[in-house]
């Protein structure tokens, strides 16, 4: 069982910054994929970004350039650092976690666990 916490969430300005973090804890193994989503009301979960443990990256395409996702391997902790944010970003964000690669897809029914969701509303 993987258990995922997430922080970081909470209101931003139009335009401004805001970094999630998502701790994955109780797996031991290597390879695995991490990934965010998001889901606005009344609108399907999307996919963010997703990335492998040995580093290989994946984004949508519409938030190439703004959105970056790292990792710290040794924390098995995942961050999201979004710039530029636009009231269309507000949403609450997912983290899943996959023990698979080295492809990670941007495809929500790979991803096994997820963490509690963390909250983005973005005032313009």
């Known amino acids: 069982q993987v258990q995922l916490v997430e922080s970081g969430g909470g209101p931003v300005q139009f335009g401004g910054p805001l970094r999630l973090s998502c701790a994955a804890h109780?797996?031991?193994?290597?390879?695995?994929?991490m990934a965010w989503f998001r889901q606005a009301p009344e609108k399907e979960r999307e996919g963010v970004a997703t990335?492998?443990?040995?580093?290989?990256?994946l984004y949508a395409d519409s938030l190439k350039g703004r959105f970056t996702i790292s990792q710290d391997n040794a924390k098995r902790t995942v961050y999201l650092q979004m710039n530029s944010l636009k009231p269309d970003d507000a949403a609450m964000y997912y983290c899943?976690?996959?023990?698979?690669?080295?492809?990670?897809?941007?495809?929500?029914?790979?991803?096994?666990?997820w963490g509690q969701g963390a909250q983005v509303t973005v005032s313009s």
């Open positions: 899943g976690f996959w023990a698979g690669g080295p492809n990670c897809p941007l495809n929500r029914l790979l991803y096994s666990f």
């Open positions: 109780g797996y031991t193994g290597r390879d695995y994929c």
């Open positions: 990335i492998h443990s040995y580093g290989t990256t």
